[in-house]
């Protein structure tokens, strides 16, 4: 039985900073690449950033360049999002997913969900 949980989700002002989990069970995680997404209220699910589990390149949508960072930790079996200066648009339920990704180990151009099951997620509120 392999599955990705996420947590680390929760309630932040505009400006502030959360650090989300993905740990893995069932599987080794450092064999894939995992990518964080997020949906909105009524809008589509969009990737945010993702990472190889060979070399750990990496990629971020255009919208989190500078404030996001994603890392891995092999020993945990875990891959984090941190997010800083966080945006009330940004509220989302997000999740992580193994990718499919495009580009170079040197240099990731996009990646994409290459499975249809998602987990529960885990809700970000950045509200005042």
């Known amino acids: 039985q392999a599955q990705l949980v996420e947590s680390g989700g929760g309630l932040v002002q505009p400006g502030g900073s959360l650090r989300l989990s993905c740990t893995a069970s069932?599987?080794?995680?450092?064999?894939?690449?995992i990518g964080w997404f997020r949906q909105a209220p009524g809008k589509e699910r969009e990737v945010v950033s993702c990472?190889?589990?060979?070399?750990?390149?990496?990629y971020y949508a255009d919208s989190v360049k500078g404030r996001f960072t994603i890392s891995r930790d092999d020993a945990k079996n875990t891959v984090y999002l941190q997010m800083n200066n966080l945006k009330p648009e940004e509220t989302a339920v997000y999740y992580c997913?193994?990718?499919?990704?495009?580009?170079?180990?040197?240099?990731?151009?996009?990646?994409?969900?290459?499975?249809?099951?998602w987990g529960q997620g885990t809700q970000v509120t950045v509200s005042s």
């Open positions: 069932g599987f080794s995680l450092y064999l894939y690449a």
């Open positions: 990472v190889l589990g060979d070399d750990g390149s990496t």
């Open positions: 997913q193994t990718v499919g990704t495009a580009g170079t180990h040197e240099a990731l151009t996009a990646c994409w969900a290459d499975s249809d099951s």
